[in-house]
Structure formats: structure tokens, C-alpha cells
């Protein structure tokens, strides 16, 4: 009975997440708001939505504060770490020649924006559900919890149909899976949101600054360069997630079963 509750709740929050993108999506438009502005109201109203549900509803333990010390934070989040120096090198190779296609600003704002509602959905409060769903009882658990966030998160990505291809759209979906596995075991390792958070931030606002809003403006990349990525993401996650580490996911994340 449990288990089926926890599973029905997990539907329940994806169904109301839908309803709220979709709500807030008509109203900026009957608002005749710019897609900037419809994309703003949407993040801002579904954020403060999912913390309200899971205030009143879900009951999901999100945790901020980290239980490692910063060096051991930063040891492992090495590969993200490296990942935005990259793409630091890059942006300001890019903005070198030529302007952004947004504000500096407002790219901040939407991308910080962007990041704190999709970490808080996914890894703060979907993986929750997935981890009270299956337990931490084995690492097997665990793991099941991390990849049907992930695939979750990849899903999401179905929606990009509407204005490209197949290809691309799978490409972009198994992507985001290895990002949603890398910054799941970021979050299980460290307890601390902050670290998905800052790590989505900076991927979106060198994305948005480069290429603007729309995704068929950013270069998706070839095949074999993210099926490379995807390994190097899953690698990590699967090294960060070891056996050995078990206790202390299971230590960081006892609340979360009550």
C-alpha cells in the first residue's frame, strides 16, 4: 500500500507540474507577454508552487546545507567544476567576437531562475519521492531512484518535437538523463542542492548568453561527442555512488524515508 502511494504521488506531482507549466503559459500569452516574460512568470510561479505542495502535501526533506567540508565538496564535484571553467573559456571566447544574444542581467536572472526550479523539481523533490519509493536499503535502490529522476528530467525534453526533429530531440533527451544522473549523485554525496543548482546555473547562462532563448539557436552537438559526454557524466555519478558510499548516502538521506 506504501508503495503504491508513494508511486501515486510521484504521478500526482508531475500531473500538477504540467497543469502549472501549460496555466502559466496561456496566461502570459493571453498577457501578450514576450517569450522572456511568459518564461519568467512560468519558473517563478511554478517555483513558488512546488514549495508550497511540498510545504502542505509531499513533505520531501530538500536539503541546502552540506555535510562535507568545501574541499571535499569541491573533490567531488571535480568534473562539474572543471565543466564550468570550460565553459567559462568559452563564453568569454564567444563574447569576444560578438555580442550577447541576451542581456547580461537578465540571463542571470532567467538562468538562476531556470536552475533553482529544476533542481528543487527533480533532484530536490522527484528524486525524494524515487528514494522513498524504492528505500536505501541497497545500492540497487539507490540507483533505481537516481535513474527514474533522470529519466524524468530527460522526458521533459520530449516537448522540443514540436519544433525540430527526432534526432536532435533524442540526443538533447539522453543528455540531459547523464546530467540528471551526474547531478543526482552530486546531491546524494554532498546533501546539498546548492551544488546541481550552481552547476545547472552556469550551463544555462553560458547557453542563453550564446545562443539565446530557443534551443534550435544552440548547436545540439554530434552523436559521438555527447554519447562522450553521457559516458564521462554516468562514469562519474557511478564512481561518486560506489558501494563504499552507501552509508553515507543512506546517513545523509535517513530523513527522507519518515
Known amino acids: 500500500m506504501k508503495l503504491q502511494r508513494q508511486g501515486i504521488q510521484i504521478l500526482e ?6 497543469g502549472i507549466m501549460f496555466g502559466g ?3 502570459g500569452r493571453s498577457l501578450g507577454w514576450s517569450p522572456t516574460g511568459r518564461l519568467l512568470l512560468q519558473d517563478g510561479v511554478l517555483l513558488a508552487a512546488l514549495i508550497g505542495l511540498n510545504h502542505w502535501w509531499f513533505h520531501v526533506p530538500v536539503y541546502l546545507r552540506p555535510t562535507p567540508s568545501l574541499r571535499d565538496q569541491v573533490k567531488i564535484n571535480t568534473l562539474p567544476v572543471i565543466w564550468m571553467v570550460l565553459l567559462a573559456v568559452a563564453l568569454v571566447g564567444s563574447l569576444a567576437t560578438g555580442r550577447p544574444a541576451l542581456g547580461v542581467g537578465l540571463t542571470l536572472v532567467i538562468a538562476l531562475l531556470v536552475g533553482c526550479c529544476e533542481e528543487y523539481l527533480f533532484r530536490g523533490l522527484i528524486l525524494g519521492l524515487c528514494l ?3 528505500h536505501l536499503t541497497t545500492l540497487r535502490r539507490v540507483w533505481a531512484a537516481v535513474a527514474l529522476s533522470s529519466l524524468l528530467f530527460g522526458a521533459t525534453h520530449l516537448v522540443n518535437l514540436t519544433h525540430q526533429g527526432l534526432e536532435p530531440t533524442l540526443v538533447q533527451i539522453l543528455n540531459a538523463f547523464a546530467l540528471g544522473v551526474l547531478f543526482a549523485a552530486s546531491y546524494l554525496r554532498t546533501r ?3 551544488w546541481p543548482i550552481l552547476i545547472h546555473f552556469f550551463n544555462d547562462f553560458v547557453a542563453i548568453l550564446i545562443g539565446g532563448l530557443s534551443e534550435e539557436a544552440r548547436p545540439v552537438g554530434s552523436v559521438v561527442a555527447v554519447g562522450v559526454m553521457v559516458v564521462l557524466y554516468c562514469g562519474v555519478a557511478l564512481y561518486l555512488l560506489r558501494r563504499q558510499q552507501l552509508p553515507q548516502v543512506q546517513a545523509n538521506f535517513a530523513a527522507i524515508e519518515h
Not at 506531482?13 to 504540467?18: A, D, M, R, T, Y
Open 13 to 18: 506531482l508531475v500531473v500538477l507540474v504540467l
Open 25 to 27: 503559459a496561456f496566461l
Open 132 to 134: 522513498r519509493l524504492f
Open 192 to 194: 546539498s542542492l546548492v
